[in-house]
């Protein structure tokens, strides 16, 4: 399931009620996003698939913005930089719980058209949405 998890997808953890946003991620890291209307902002886990958790980020004073692109992604540099602070919270973490991975809403699969038999190359063309040639 943790290979299913693309930027875009909605993601749902067991333990939350609400669906986050997957907003950047790496190989290690995943930052997600959900709407938190009351304040007009946005609530994010940090997930980290190596230590098998998620949670907030670890600072005192947290200096990125999670509802601004640019902040998301800086944050996720800052969490990939081996000498850098940033982290997800040992205190305010818990074992990562995907319950569920849905694509992004603008990813379609695309399922070729059946062709007649024997026609070779033109099953091919026609599968890729690339004109035949005569």
Do not use: W
Not at 63 to 86: F, K, M, S, T, W
Not at 97 to 126: C, F, L, M, W, Y
């Amino acid at each position: 399931m943790i290979n299913e998890l693309h930027v875009g997808c909605k993601v749902k953890f067991e333990a939350e009620r609400g669906v986050y946003t997957v907003k950047a991620r790496s190989e290690r890291f995943a930052i997600c996003t959900k709407p938190f209307n009351p304040k007009r902002t946005v609530i994010y886990t940090i997930v980290d698939f190596k230590r098998e958790v998620r949670g907030t980020n670890n600072l005192i004073f947290n200096i990125y913005d999670y509802a601004v692109q640019a902040d998301i992604d800086n944050c996720l540099r800052d969490l990939e930089d081996p000498h850098g602070v940033v982290e997800v919270s040992h205190r305010n973490c818990v074992d990562l719980d995907i319950e569920e991975v849905k694509p992004p809403p603008d990813i379609r699969v695309h399922k070729p058209q059946p062709t007649s038999a024997g026609s070779g190359d033109n099953e091919v063309s026609q599968a890729c949405s690339l004109p035949t040639q005569t």
